[in-house]
């Protein structure tokens, strides 16, 4: 997991796979299911996304997981079909399981939530439904206010504000991706520097003109 975040996916997957080797010859369904759905996402995080790999991951997992899972990972199965659905041009079926990983959660904030809305604004944006695709940007906006901070949502807002820039809401954008430099823990350096900029400023303009120097 922490590879992931920190964005070493080669990485990440390589252990994914050794884990998946182990735990395949263990008796616990639900974490090998859980484990096979985690490297499914993970597949479909890289710039070259392994679709085919994924989406038999997924077909393998769901047995388990519908047995022995709870609904939060059902809804992020859904979720992860959707993307891949969603890459093999079925726009339709993108849009249903993205919705049905948000019947799966219900209204309240969290991480799963506002990754399931932006699946379905993207299917939605996808088949040229703009104003019902900004309707969930509006309610992943809300969602992700609602998430705690941390690595996590920090790699969440800056999801939100990459849509919300591409969807050409700036001013938005650009609060969502300071959120997720504070989420991170990113100091802002020059603060000190701006806020003394402004009050000497400010002093110019009440003292007057002055001469060169």
């Not at 703009?130 to 809300?142: N, W």
């Amino acid at each position: 997991m922490t590879a992931e975040l920190e964005g070493r996916l080669d990485q990440a997957l390589q252990l994914c796979e050794r884990a998946l080797a182990r735990m395949g010859e263990l008796d616990n369904l639900r974490d090998y299911a859980r484990l096979r759905l985690a490297t499914a996402q993970l597949l479909l995080a890289f710039d070259a996304p392994d679709i085919a790999k994924a989406k038999l991951l997924l077909h393998n997992c769901l047995p388990d997981l519908s047995d022995h899972g709870s609904t939060a990972d059902l809804s992020a199965w859904n979720r992860a079909l959707s993307i891949v659905l969603l890459h093999e041009g079925d726009l339709s079926g993108a849009e249903g399981r993205a919705r049905q990983a948000l019947d799966l959660l219900g209204t309240t904030s969290s991480e799963k939530r506002t990754l399931a809305l932006m699946s379905l604004h993207d299917s939605l944006h996808a088949q040229g439904r703009v104003d019902e695709a900004a309707e969930c940007l509006v309610q992943a906006v809300e969602s992700v206010d609602g998430v705690g901070g941390g690595r996590t949502h920090a790699l969440l807002r800056r999801e939100v504000a990459d849509r919300l820039a591409a969807s050409g809401h700036f001013e938005s954008a650009i609060r969502h991706y300071q959120g997720a430099l504070d989420a991170a823990g990113v100091r802002d350096a020059s603060r000190t520097v701006r806020e003394a900029a402004r009050r000497a400023s400010t002093v110019s303009l009440l003292s007057g003109p002055s001469g060169g120097h």
